[in-house]
C-alpha cells in the first residue's frame, strides 16, 4: 500500500470513528430521553443502534472500514424509520435519512454500491413519508417536548453534514495539493522538474529586469552517464541520479532552487551578489560529488560532474529563460570540452 493510501485509510479512519462516538453520545442522551418519557419501544430499538455504533469502532480497528459503515447505515436507518412510526413526522426524524445518504457518499464502498445505498434510503424516505403522513403516531409527544426533539434533530444533522462537506473538501484540497506537487516534480529525483524549472527561472528574470539585481544559474551534467547506464542498467542510473540530486542539495541553500534539467542535467538558481560566489557553489558541488563514494547493490562507481555557470548582474529586458540556459549551457560544454570534472563561469 502506497503512502499515499496509508494516510487516506487513515484519514478515513479517524472520520469514521468520529462519526460512531458521536452517534454513541447521541444515543446515550437518547436513552436517557426515552426512559423519561417511558418509551420501552424506542429505548430498546436506541439501544440495538448504541450497540451497533459500538461495533463499528471494533470492526474499523479491524479494518472492515466498509462492513463496519453498512451495517451502521442500515441499522440507524431502520432504527429511525421505527422511531417516524412510534412519534411521527413532526420529530424531525426524517433528517436522518439525508444524513445517512452524505454518509454513503463518504464511506470506501464501490461506486455502483453508493448509488444503490443512496437510491435505497430515497425509497426508503418516500415509503416512511407516504406511510405516516396520515397515520397518528403510536406515541404521541407534548408539543413543547416534540418542537424541542425536532429543533434538536435538525441542528445535529445540519452540523453533522456541514462537517462531512468540510471534510470532503478538506480531502479534495489536499489532493489537488498533491497533484501540484506531483506535476512540478521530477519523479526519479523528487526535485523541481523541467516545467518548474522554467517557471521558477522566467520569474527570477522578472524580478531581476523590473527590480535590478543580480542572480546566478548553473548548469551541470554527471560525465559519462551513458557508459553507466550501458553497464549497469537504468536502475542503478537512477540511482545515481537521485543520490546525485541529494549531493547538490546539501551544496545549497534554502533560497536557491534546483531541479531535473532533462536526462543527466542539473539546473540551479542561486542568489549570490557576484560571480565568485556563484562559482564557489558550483566548485563546492563538484567537489562533492567527485569525493563521493557510490555504491549500489554491490557496485562501486566513480563520478564526476561537470558544471556551466553564468552570473547575470546587467540588467537587460531582453533577455530570456532560454538565452541564460544557453550561456549556462556553452560553460558547460566548455567543461566538457577542457577535460570534465571542472566548472566554467562566466558573467553577463
Known amino acids: 500500500m502506497t503512502t499515499s493510501n496509508n494516510k487516506d485509510y487513515q484519514r478515513y479512519y479517524i472520520q469514521s470513528n468520529l462519526v460512531y462516538f458521536g452517534a454513541i453520545a447521541m444515543h446515550i442522551l437518547l436513552g ?24 463499528a469502532i471494533y470492526l474499523n ?36 435519512y439525508l444524513n445517512m445518504s452524505m454518509l454513503i457518499i463518504f464511506t470506501n464502498w464501490k461506486s455502483s454500491q453508493k ?23 403510536i406515541y404521541v409527544l407534548d408539543r413543547n417536548i416534540i418542537h424541542l426533539w425536532h429543533h434538536f434533530n435538525l441542528i445535529l444533522n445540519m452540523f453533522a453534514i456541514g462537517h462531512s462537506a468540510y471534510f470532503f473538501m478538506k480531502i479534495a484540497d489536499e489532493a489537488e495539493e498533491r497533484l501540484t506537487i506531483q506535476a512540478k516534480t521530477d519523479f526519479v529525483t523528487g526535485v523541481k522538474n523541467r516545467g518548474a524549472l522554467m517557471m521558477t527561472l522566467d520569474h527570477e528574470i522578472e524580478h531581476h529586469v523590473h527590480l535590478g539585481g543580480g542572480f ?70 563538484r567537489e562533492n560529488i567527485a569525493k563521493h563514494d557510490f ?38 560544454y566548455m567543461s566538457k570540452s577542457n577535460g570534465r570534472n571542472m566548472v566554467t563561469a562566466i558573467e553577463s
Open 32 to 55: 436517557i430521553f426515552f426512559a423519561l418519557i417511558r418509551s420501552s419501544e424506542a429505548f430498546m430499538a436506541n439501544l440495538v443502534a448504541l450497540s451497533v455504533a459500538i461495533y
Open 61 to 96: 480497528r479491524e479494518y472492515r472500514y466498509a462492513f463496519a459503515s453498512f451495517i451502521y447505515i442500515l441499522t440507524t436507518s431502520i432504527v429511525i424509520s421505527f422511531q417516524i412510526v412510534v412519534f411521527g413526522m413532526e420529530a424531525g426524524l426524517f433528517y436522518y
Open 115 to 137: 448509488l444503490l445505498g443512496i437510491a435505497i434510503i430515497a425509497l426508503l424516505a418516500m415509503v416512511m413519508h407516504q406511510f405516516v403522513y396520515f397515520q397518528t403516531p
Open 216 to 285: 546566478g544559474v548553473i548548469m551541470g551534467d554527471i560525465d559519462h552517464f551513458k557508459r553507466i547506464n550501458d553497464t549497469y542498467g537504468h536502475i542503478t542510473g537512477d540511482y545515481v541520479l537521485a543520490r546525485i540530486s541529494q549531493l547538490l542539495i546539501d551544496c545549497l541553500r534554502d533560497t536557491d532552487v534546483i531541479g531535473r534539467y532533462g536526462g543527466e542535467e542539473f539546473l540551479m538558481i542561486c542568489h549570490v551578489k557576484d560571480l565568485n560566489a556563484l562559482s564557489a557553489i558550483a566548485q563546492r558541488m
Open 295 to 332: 555504491e549500489f547493490q554491490g557496485d562501486k562507481l566513480s563520478i564526476t560532474m561537470s558544471f556551466g555557470a553564468v552570473y547575470i548582474k546587467y540588467k537587460d529586458e531582453n533577455i530570456t529563460s532560454e538565452k541564460v540556459i544557453d550561456l549556462a549551457d556553452q560553460q558547460l
